[in-house]
Nanobody, 126 residues
């Protein structure tokens, strides 16, 4: 069965950085797009970043563009989210998801993804 497991969350001060990792198993990793979403208390889950199968195409939400970087290592079935210049409003549970590949239209909605991790908490203190 497919498993998606995030790691790397934690508590960081505003302006700091964190790197989230997500390992997926159960099907050929390089055939699928990967995405990161987040959900803050009382808010809906929102798109953060996505990367296509090859890693050549990436897309970010406007409020993380220039601060976050998504990347993938197909040899190790892992996707990363490097987060810099963190703000208190970045505080949320971050979810990794695996879904249908994309080429020109980035996968920014949850419905484009088949499998999800359990989430990892990121807390940014002011």
């Amino acid at each position: 069965q497919v498993q998606v497991v995030e790691s790397g969350g934690g508590l960081v001060q505003a302006g700091g950085s964190l790197r989230l990792s997500c390992a997926a198993s159960g099907r050929t990793f390089s055939n699928y797009a990967m995405g990161w979403f987040r959900q803050a208390p009382g808010k809906e889950r929102e798109f953060v970043a996505t990367i296509n199968w090859s890693g050549r195409n990436v897309y970010y939400a406007n409020d993380v563009k220039g601060r976050f970087t998504i990347s993938r290592d197909n040899a190790n079935n892992t996707v990363y989210l490097q987060m810099y210049s963190l703000k208190p409003e970045d505080t949320a549970v971050y979810y990794c998801a695996q879904g249908r590949n994309w080429y020109t239209a980035p996968a920014v909605t949850p419905s484009r993804y088949d499998y999800w991790g359990q989430g990892t908490q990121v807390t940014v203190s002011s």
